[in-house]
């Protein structure tokens, strides 16, 4: 069974860092191209990051590009979100999600984890 | 950049037919994707690469995609159907995501 769990996510003050984890298990994490999708209280699904099987390429959305960086560890069978100078538009539900190589689709996705930004 | 346009809700009659609609330029030349979410949930994908369904997905759900316009069908809609339904598709190395639709079964 496909499985993935963010954790990290708190409240944090305009300007501060956070780190986001996801840990998968269930397949083979090292061959999935991995997403992070945000849903800010009440709002849609709006797509933040990929990073593709390896981690030798990186997209990001205009609205945090330069601001958080995705990256991955194989060996952990974890996923990474590096949030920084945050501000209170980043308030949301962050979710991981997995997609098979090839793949246009998020076909699996986590519980998420919440991120405040508040002074 | 790409967007996606959803009407933002729509309402359906059990077991009559619901189909939302998802617009974007030339979309018919990439993969629309469907998702539905219920309140408190993850979402689930419920069509990809614009007809085929996941497994454990119902033969209700259908979709298609033709011009600029994707559509996700649901027969025979049942108030479980109730949810929050997004398109997806990808743009120049990116994802995008419709605004939702909620659909009211009632």
């Known amino acids: 069974e496909v499985k993935l769990v963010e954790s990290g996510g708190s409240l944090v003050q305009p300007g501060g860092s956070l780190r986001l984890s996801c840990a998968a298990s269930?397949?083979?994490?090292?061959?999935?191209?991995m997403h992070w999708v945000r849903q800010a209280p009440g709002k849609g699904l709006v797509w933040v990051s990929r990073?593709?099987?390896?981690?030798?390429?990186?997209s990001y959305a205009d609205s945090v590009k330069g601001r958080i960086t995705i990256s991955r560890d194989n060996a952990k069978n974890t996923l990474f979100l590096q949030m920084n100078s945050l501000k209170a538009e980043d308030t949301a539900v962050y979710y991981c999600?997995?997609?098979?190589?090839?793949?246009?689709?998020?076909?699996?996705w986590g519980q998420g984890t919440l991120v405040t930004v508040s002074s | 950049s790409y967007e996606l346009t959803q009407p933002p809700s729509m309402s359906v009659s059990p077991g009559q037919t619901a189909s939302i609609t998802c617009s974007g330029d030339?979309?018919?030349?990439?993969?629309a994707s469907w998702y539905q979410q219920k309140p408190g949930q993850s979402p689930v994908l419920v069509i990809y690469?614009?007809?085929k369904r996941p497994s454990g997905i119902p033969e209700r759900f259908s979709g298609s995609n033709s011009g600029n316009i994707a559509t996700l069908t649901i027969s025979g809609t049942q108030a479980m159907d109730e949810a929050d339904y997004y398109c997806?598709?990808?743009?120049?190395?990116?994802?995008?995501f419709g605004g939702g639709t909620k659909l009211t079964v009632l």
């Open positions: 997806q598709a990808w743009d120049s190395s990116t994802v995008v």
């Open positions: 690469e614009d007809y």
């Open positions: 990073i593709n099987s390896d981690g030798s390429s990186t």
């Open positions: 030339k979309l018919v030349y990439k993969y």
């Open positions: 269930g397949f083979t994490f090292s061959s999935y191209w």
């Open positions: 999600a997995s997609s098979r190589s090839g793949s246009y689709s998020c076909d699996n």
